[in-house]
């Protein structure tokens, strides 16, 4: 288990939801948090918010440029990196055909192609005193989800990243953690529940905070991947293998979703 104090943790996606959360409690632990995010104005609040342990980086991560400097800003501001925990995310909702070809550039830019960067770029680094990287997957990257293909598309392929740096790097002091939720109550979903599939609402909600306790975790320890909610990862992992057993189950799924995302609806 690792000691965060006074460690630096590179939190991207940071300025809100999850981010937000997991910088909160790594600054908690002691740790020094470098906070990365496109908007800069809650980025700068959440900096001041946590005081002389934050730096606001404000940063779009689907740009190389960006990340090199992110890198370099974090390295100027405390002289190492420790964890990096790649959180920022991207999706466009809808049918592949309806899509315009830059959404689904701009998914796959900020969801995969920005993790794999950063953590090349911050692996000389980590690898000076050991480390972590932290990549926040989701459930969707273990079975598809249509309407949402590029979005799983994506996920999938973070969570496939993870597993094959975690054995290149095994016994190099450094680990390579995913963390895979399901559904999240922040602006994510919640502010677009009309466009995200009914099947995304058949599984329990989780909290921006419960997310960061598992990406913490996984800093700490090393695992390979958390799932959350735990039943919700076995479940998911016997759709993959099973798949005549989702579509059998999928009206049932999608019927629950739909009451589930009316009360959320209600709630206002």
């Known amino acids: 288990m690792r000691d965060f104090r006074d460690k630096t943790v590179i939190v991207t996606g940071a300025s809100a939801g999850v981010g937000a959360a997991t910088a909160r409690l790594f600054a908690a632990e002691g740790a020094r948090v470098v906070l990365a995010a496109r908007s800069a104005e809650p980025l700068r609040a959440l900096a001041g918010e946590l005081g002389d342990r934050a730096i606001a980086v404000p940063t779009d991560v ?7 400097a992110l890198i370099d800003t974090a390295l100027d501001a405390t002289g190492r990196i420790d964890v990096l925990v790649n959180n920022a995310g991207c999706n466009h909702r809808g049918a592949v055909a ?6 689904i550039e ?3 830019d900020i969801n995969l192609k920005a993790p794999l960067r950063l953590s090349r770029l911050a692996l000389p680094h980590l690898m000076r005193q050991g480390g972590a990287i932290v990549n926040v997957a989701s459930l969707a990257g273990r079975v598809p989800v249509d309407h949402e293909a590029s979005y799983s598309a994506s996920k999938f392929g973070l969570r496939a ?4 740096l975690g054995e290149e790097l095994a016994g190099t002091g450094v680990t390579v953690s995913a963390v895979s939720p399901g559904p999240i109550d922040t602006g994510f979903i919640m502010d677009h529940l009309d466009q995200v599939p009914d099947l995304v609402f058949s599984q329990p909600m989780s909290t921006a905070e419960e997310v960061a306790r598992q990406v913490l975790a996984c800093a700490a ?37 739909r009451r589930v995302k009316a009360r959320y609806r209600d709630r206002g």
């Open 161 to 164: 990243f993870s597993r094959a």
């Open 106 to 108: 701009r998914i796959l």
């Open 62 to 68: 689907a740009d190389p440029a960006a990340c090199a």
């Open 98 to 103: 309806d899509l315009d070809v830059e959404h």
């Open 221 to 257: 320890d090393g695992r390979r991947e958390r799932a959350m909610p735990a039943l919700s990862g076995i479940l998911t992992n016997l759709v993959y293998l099973f798949p005549a057993l989702g579509r059998l189950a999928r009206p049932l799924l999608e019927a629950k979703g």
